[in-house]
């Protein structure tokens, strides 16, 4: 009898391991993407205050590209020594963070 109760102890407590579930996680990421169009102009149509900036800034900076979009903001591709970046202004030659 202490044997029919011991097995069927051991059987039930095997089946409860079994029914066990793992927590499930549904994880969603959205990525949103902002694409800005510039234009490319001519590095004479940058304006002044931009070329002044840039200068008091980065005084061994050469423009390599310059491009403007429809809010009037200047996207400039500029290389210091071996290092090349862009930057961001506005017309009047403040920095824009992007």
């Known amino acids: 009898m202490k044997n029919l109760f011991l ?3 051991i059987v039930l ?3 409860t391991t079994f029914a066990s579930t793992s927590p499930i996680s549904n994880t969603i990421v959205k990525s949103i ?3 800005e169009e510039y234009t490319e102009i ?5 304006p002044a ?6 200068k008091k800034a980065y005084p061994d900076a ?3 590209k310059a491009y403007k979009n ?3 903001e200047y996207k400039i591709e500029i290389t210091v020594g071996d290092k090349v970046g862009s930057l961001y202004a506005n017309a009047d030659g403040s ?4």
């Open 49 to 54: 205050p931009i070329n002044e900036a840039l």
């Open 62 to 64: 050469v423009i390599d």
């Open 42 to 46: 001519q590095l004479s149509e940058v």
């Open 13 to 15: 407590g095997s089946l």
């Open 95 to 98: 920095w824009i963070k992007k």
């Open 7 to 9: 097995s069927a102890a």
């Open 33 to 35: 993407s902002i694409v």
């Open 70 to 72: 429809e809010k009037a």
